[in-house]
């Protein structure tokens, strides 16, 4: 042997914490957490993806006990069980092949590594899909409104991109990684806003877009309202919501307000109104943004609140799966957490801590089980 025992031993015991370290990672990331729904739900990639890692953490146990037994026959000075378990053949497998440790942990190591990669793929092209379906519903939306001014809704420009969005948001729904055909909502959605577009510019344009601008005033006033609404609900569940915004007062812009200010334009009409409503536009995107802004941020904390449920749900099921709960602790933990999830105003930061400890908890209970 080329490195002494008791460096190898530091050697193999260094490797295979890094391993730990990443498997508990990989495993508990919300990615994974992605792929494990996919496969339930009966994806193959995804079902590929969760029996890579389960072969990871099956092998992950063989190589630990192979390090402990190396440092137990060090300790005792075996000179016959260290160069056995210093050799290539240390660790027998369940196939019957051997292995050697630092081999093994390598094993486990690229394996990780791999199916973090594929795992890390998978979720973002499903992210992907989603974000590009409902960015071409949402353009759609809004196309959809100025096409009914010029009665052009039944359009077969707008009929097409219709269809495909139904189909889009099927596939996704079926296999958010794995959907196709998305590429072409772009062009349809295009193709229609030029037919759309030729017929406001025909027929006058101004009518429809202030359509559109009373369209988006309603859906800025329900935004406004939603955030809060979020704001009451959240603060009356959750202790000292982190992140919170008062909600916005459309009221406080006086003359200003957009409400009265697009009914002034509505009166005014001609090319006057139609400057007028450009600059209405601009302020009216502000708003939308911010009251949207606002509504998320005070609906945060309370969907955090129900994600830790779900989570220390989840992981409930993990720990009667594994049946490593023999001194009590993972049900007093589950316990703790639970009162705190379930006891309003919960304490969301206490929250975290607790779920964060049961997941930590239950993950080293199923590698002692394993």
Not at 47 to 65: F, I, M, N, Q, T
Not at 74 to 96: C, F, I, K, M, S
Not at 249 to 269: C, F, K, S, V, Y
Not at 298 to 305: D, W
């Amino acid at each position: 042997m080329t490195v002494r025992p008791d460096e190898l031993v530091k050697q193999l015991d260094a490797s295979l914490a890094d391993v730990a370290g990443d498997l508990y990672d990989l495993d508990s990331g919300a990615d994974m957490v992605f792929v494990k729904g996919q496969a339930d739900a009966g994806n193959v990639v995804a079902a590929g993806l969760v029996a890579s890692l389960g072969l990871a953490w099956e092998r992950y146990p063989l190589a630990k006990d192979a390090v402990e037994r190396l440092q137990a026959a060090l300790a005792a000075r075996d000179h016959a069980a260290v160069e056995a378990l210093a050799g290539p053949a240390a660790v027998t497998l369940p196939d019957g092949s051997t292995i050697g440790i630092a081999a093994l942990i390598e094993d486990v190591a690229l394996r990780v590594e791999h199916t973090g990669a594929e795992v890390a793929r998978v979720a973002g092209a499903a992210r992907q899909a989603v974000a590009k379906v409902d960015g071409a519903r949402v353009a759609f939306h809004d196309l959809l409104v100025r096409a009914g001014a010029v009665g052009a809704d039944d359009d077969v420009e707008v009929t097409r991109v219709r269809t495909a969005i139904e189909q889009a948001t099927a596939a996704v729904a079926a296999d958010p990684a794995g959907a196709t055909g998305l590429g072409d909502l772009d062009q349809l959605l295009d193709t229609a806003r030029q037919r759309v577009e030729a017929l406001e510019r025909s027929l006058g344009a101004l009518p429809a877009q202030l359509a559109t601008a009373a369209v988006q005033l309603d859906e800025i006033e329900a935004l406004v309202a939603r955030g809060a609404d979020a704001l009451a609900l959240t603060r009356a569940k959750v202790a000292d919501p982190p992140g919170v915004r008062p909600p916005l007062d459309l009221a406080a812009d006086g003359d200003r307000a957009l409400r009265p200010w697009l009914e002034r334009i509505r009166a005014q009409g001609g090319e006057p109104a139609a400057a007028a409503l450009a600059a209405w536009q601009r302020a009216a995107d502000a708003r939308l943004a911010e009251a949207r802004q606002v509504a998320e941020a005070n609906a945060a904390p309370l969907a955090r609140r129900n994600e830790l449920r779900g989570l220390l749900d989840a992981y409930r099921a993990k720990a009667a799966a594994s049946g490593g709960d023999e001194d009590g602790r993972l049900a007093r933990l589950h316990a703790a957490a639970r009162e705190t999830l379930y006891t309003a105003p919960c304490d969301l930061s206490v929250a975290e801590a607790q779920v964060r400890e049961y997941v930590a908890a239950v993950n080293s209970a199923a590698k002692g089980v394993r």
